[in-house]
């Protein structure tokens, strides 16, 4: 009788708590948490009998199906887990990694680190290790790299994708800041600001331009330092390697204007000019957004508002760009416009792809400003604080100086363990 | 000035390069050991008081020297003039100044009166006088018999290519004019007792004349205070005021071009006109150069070239338009904190000099194209009420660029509501006023321009008034804030801000070359944000952790940024400390100018060296048979060996004035 009354009531009770786990399943996502009263009120357990309820939910508990946690402001409450999730930890062997698993687990997205499931377990370290190897192999948790503690070995449960917190956001594949991937996307930033805030025009190069008029009047007197630094071939690096590309590219495109102006080709060259004061269609991050949206570049990673607005500010601090407030509009827009590469970006990415122009940054922007200091040898010594006249390195005995007044009539020898830093 | 190692090395190479080496020796000394007597100098040197003599008379002469005699004393004591021996630096660029916008005769005269020191008008007239008569004669003796005159040029060619040409000042008359010009543009000045007396001397004096006049009883409360100190300006800037007797009494007469004027009228064309009208000079007078308005000149010309790199030749012509008529009655770039006291406040209203639209356009070349070197956006893409926006008052502080920018306009937000919908009408509304207002011409043609538009608004060319107005707003709404719009058609420019950008654009693009991009990018981060911890870093910057810190280890030993470690709690671990990069300008400016010091002393030393090198060469030259003709005289290879010095030497001394553009933008302008 007793051992039928048990059969019965267990029955009952497996009704009860198939009915509760649907009703609860209804009622909300897996994050919700549920309170006594709660549960009450889905009017399953006849005659509110906590009793009862209190066993439906002991048993649901034991198949893993209900969580129990203890709220701040409900006190003990319950979320539910599906059932797929409940039979992974029921088909596991033994408590320990039931324990690891449930604490990778609640860990949820942003994943937890070894050490940690070790101290909160208070466990052997190597109970912990088999139970991770263990849940491993079986596919249920995974291990992920936290970009925050890259040497810190993090576990995830295996359904889940790590947080944004954890992967960096965009700009990190595979826990590693992707560079490539960055400095791609600010090159085609940059270009789209540059098309969208400068004017493409030409520039007459024949004799009435204020080119020949005014700068003769207007220039530095720096016609002697030009012939100095272009004589010296490793003072400006960038200059020569320019200078290669130009020569690459006139072969493709006959308009292609160069950084270095050719005072003697009287053909217009194309340049961007500064708009006029006020203009209103500098572009915003929103429309940039739009535009890097529009063109599906980033098809396996979504960037949003926020995303470009870093990316652009970056561009802002290299002063490549700078914001623009006309009116209300925050716009952007290149800046020195007049020295900017006129080459679209395709074709210099093509060529690139022919390896030409390798050493180039890939957001070109104009050629940095210069004053005598980097110019001269001691701009850029490794040594100059200890450069002094009677020391060990002395301007007297300046190698540096030697190559850059192309005085290289020293011997070979020497040459090339002082090569100039590049 | 703050003359450190650094500086005073340099002077002493300096004055070493150009008056030879006893003047250098003793300056290094007065530099190393502050003011000293004649019996102190012969105990620092072991030199005879009659060699001190003879170099303190050389530095004397250049006004490299500060004396101050107090009364009844038995020696003067002497002092170095660290600022003028740096000025040594900038001979070249100055009378490349002077060239072009005196013309070459003024930079001839200049010349002199930079080899020669202080000189009386009477010995420069002298001078000059027996050079024009020697050309003429010559002149003449080649009109008489051709074959031999010729013969001689052809020896002389070389070293004397002017003289083809004859002289470049041809009278008296016309020197004499020449320096009537160059003393109203404050370029030339007198000398007077004063010159020779130290800026703390001068001050001195001027506080115990004061005292002893105006507050024999002592000064008591902050009026008084401040009084005195008015007082004291008063009488610095009367001091100051003194090297310009001579400009003084040349406006009395009328300046240079009000005496063409009333005379000539539109016969301005014949030179020798000029001259006759200029009044006669006192021979007595001792002039020298202006450093001080030549500095002014020479921000100019830095500026302009600023603003060609960032917008183009046009508009950079334009600015230096602007500034050379607002500059005109600028006696210097910076004011001094004691002799300006209480100018401020007088000066702050009407500090505001402005050059209108008309006057720069009265001043433009014909030739120069405005419509050049911008681009073109048809008239509703342009907010005219945004570009024309008038800011009457300078920015009050340095602020971070950007934020400048925030706050600047966020008043004009305000007044911006209506703008999408009636801007047509608001904008009538607006240049209303510029049409009745004092420019009648511009007023209209910018009334026409409304009307052209209405009439055809696609086919429409910019007449100049208006493409110059262009040009300025451009400039008045950069980031660099070149110049501020400070009333309908009326424009002005805050140096000092402006000067701080460029100050800051100098330090930017030094970084960018040594450590490069990146390098940038984290300075500038840096700067805007403030201090900023070290794990924030790399996801403003969106760089590699390793690499940011390696870039930023590499820039703090450059000097460019700066690095505070906060402990967490007192025991101070340093890996739980936060440790905040931040980066201070003014420190790294400072570092920059030492810097640029040590590099212009490298180059001398340098050229020193290579002069060492070549002795044998550089004597051979000396002698009085192979001056002038090396190339004839000297061996094929010995004049190889010659031009190539020669062409170091020019790149040498290119790279030292290329430094000093530097110099003079983080100390003097």
Redesign the interface.
Known sequence: MASDGTADDSVKLQILKDALYDEIKQHGSETRLFTQKDLLDLNIIPNNNVLLLVRVVQGLTDDKLLVGTTNHHAGLAWRWRSREEAKKYTSLPNDETVMVYSIIDEAGADGIWNRTIKNKLNMHEAVVKNCIKFLETKGYIASMKNVEHPNKKMYIKATLRPSERATGGP?FTEG??D?AF?SELEGIVFEYIKTKS??R?S??HAG????S???S??????K??V??AT?APDTTTTTTARGTKRSATELSTDDTSSPAPTRSSHKPRA???????????YPTVAEIAKFIHDTGITNNTTLGEADIQ??V??L????LI???????RRGYRV?????QDTVPFHKRQKEREAGVGLDQ?LVA?AE?????????P???CPV?EL?E?GGPV?????VY?LKW?D?EDLPAAVAPNVALPT | MLVTKPVADLCALLIDELHGELPSRIFAILLSKGRSTLPQLVQYTSMTPRQLRHGLAVLQQHNLLFYHVDPGAEFAFYEANAEHAYNLVRTGKILEMIDSSFGAPAKDVMQNLLLSGQTRISDLVAAYQEKIEQANKEAAHVEDDDDFGAEKNGVNGDSHPGKKAGPLVKSTAHLNSIICRLVEAELIDVVHAKTFESSQDILKTVEKEVMDKYFPAGVKGNKAKVEVQERIAEGLRKVRGESKSLKRKLEQNGTAAKRRKLFAGAGMSNGSHDEDMDPALDPRQVIRINYEKCLVDLRNRRLVQFATDIFGETSAYVYGVLLKLLTKDIPRCRADAAMDFGEDKEESEKDTVSVTTDQILDNLKTSVDLSLGIGKAERRQVSSVAAEKIELFPPKKKLLIEEAEVEGEASADEDEDNESSDESEYDSDYKAPTANGTNGVNGTNGAKVKFDESAAPKERRLDRPTQLRQHLLMLAESTQRFVRHCGPNEWTVDFVPLMNALREVELDSVIERTCGRQGLRLVRILRAKGKLDEKALPNVALMRKPELQQKMLEMQTAGFVHVQEVPRDLKADVKKSFFLWFCDVDRSLSRLLDTSYTTMTHCIQVLEALRQKERDVLETTKRSDVRGREKDTMRKEYYERYSRFLECERKLFAQVMRVDDLVSVLRDF
Not at chain 1, 316 to 319: E, S, V
Not at chain 1, 335 to 339: E, G, I, P, V
Not at chain 1, 368 to 376: D, K, M, Q, V
Request: with cysteine; hydrophobic share 30%; net charge positive.
């Open positions: 700009w590693e800041l560079t960055i400068a004017y025009g520039h007459p009435g331009g204020p080119a008029s005014s700068t009047a207007t220039k530095l007197p720096k002697g330092t012939t100095a004589a340049v961007f000019m500064p708009m006029p004061a006020g203009y209103k269609h870093q990316l500010d970056v802002t601090y290299d002063g700078e914001s623009v407030r006309v009116g209300r800046t020195r416009a007049m020295k940054p922007g940095p400003l210069s004053n005598g200091l980097t110019e001269a001691c701009g850029r100059f450069c006249e002395s301007p007297s005995n300046c100086f007044l005085l």
